[in-house]
């Protein structure tokens, strides 16, 4: 049976696929293949990959709301940009979990020009150079003109600050995307030596399993957060699910104005999120 892509093109519907899915968000294999199971007698052909994915989350949902909006990752990092939040302001948040001291929105001076490099992060005698590349689409690629522009800006930066420096450092370049690389651009990555964290790559230390690691889920991944949570959450720097954690629902309805019954959905998730760390 063929669906449709999120590219419009059409795929033959693979059952493992979607179990493998489910399984992927944490889900019990019993769970995961019970509701991939459900899911697959209601798929018609024709069926798009956001209905096969608004389906299986519905389901999830009632078994368990914290591993919904893990399922829901890749599509709520999509969301960030659009709801209003900094990829870049994310990026350094996990950076600054993983050990690095960072700094956002930075000019630096290179032989040929002055560069703007979206996150500067240093870890002892090591220096990057950060690409934050953020895709509002979660099917879109990051292609190697994207690695190979950070490649260009570290080798014309890293000329003067190795003149300017007192301590012998090493310096990197580093792309990190909420999207999949393509194979070229890793390849070129790989050559140069450029540190790239993407959707499902590297095999260990992908931008999932550093938010997963890390608890640091962004809000859009709730189920229950709609287009206004968003606006207010977004109005007040609350760009994590941690950030709801200290308001009560009373809090969040009186504080922000988020409808009563919404609120305490909200809360619900973003406790029962946070109690599946790990």
């Not at 050990?99 to 630096?108: A, D, K, P, S």
């Not at 977004?234 to 009560?248: R, S």
Request: proline share 3%; charged share 25%; aromatic share 8%.
């Amino acid at each position: 049976m063929d669906i449709i892509k999120a590219t419009g093109e059409k795929e033959v519907f693979e059952h493992q696929k979607l179990c493998s899915s489910l399984r992927a968000s944490g889900a019990p294999t019993d769970v995961a293949d019970r509701i991939c199971e459900t899911v697959a007698k209601e798929i018609s052909p024709g069926a798009t990959t956001s209905d096969i994915f608004r389906s299986a989350l519905r389901y999830l949902v009632k078994e368990n709301i914290g591993l919904a909006a893990r399922y829901s990752l890749k599509r709520g990092m999509a969301e960030l940009g659009p709801a209003g939040f900094y990829f870049e302001q994310f990026v350094e948040t996990l950076l600054r979990a993983e050990g690095y001291t960072t700094e956002r929105n930075q000019f630096l001076r290179g032989e040929c020009g002055t560069h703007e490099v979206d996150i500067v992060a240093h870890k002892g005698n090591e220096h990057y150079f950060i690409e934050a590349k953020y895709k509002n689409k979660p099917h879109l690629k990051t292609h190697i003109d994207v690695v190979a522009y950070a490649w260009a800006r570290l080798d014309d930066i890293r000329r003067v600050e190795e003149k300017q420096e007192n301590t012998k450092a090493a310096h990197y370049a580093w792309v990190i995307t909420n999207t999949k690389l393509t194979l070229s651009a890793i390849q070129y990555a790989n050559c140069k030596k450029i540190k790239t964290t993407g959707w499902s790559n590297p095999s260990e230390g992908a931008l999932e399993d550093l938010i997963t690691k890390h608890a640091l889920y962004p809000v859009t991944v709730l189920p229950s957060v709609n287009s206004h949570a968003l606006e207010v959450f977004a109005k007040n720097g609350m760009m994590l699910a941690q950030d709801i954690i200290p308001y009560t629902a009373e809090a969040l309805e009186t504080k922000f104005g988020i409808k009563k019954a919404v609120a305490a959905k909200i809360n619900r998730e973003a406790q029962a999120l946070l109690a599946t760390r790990g």
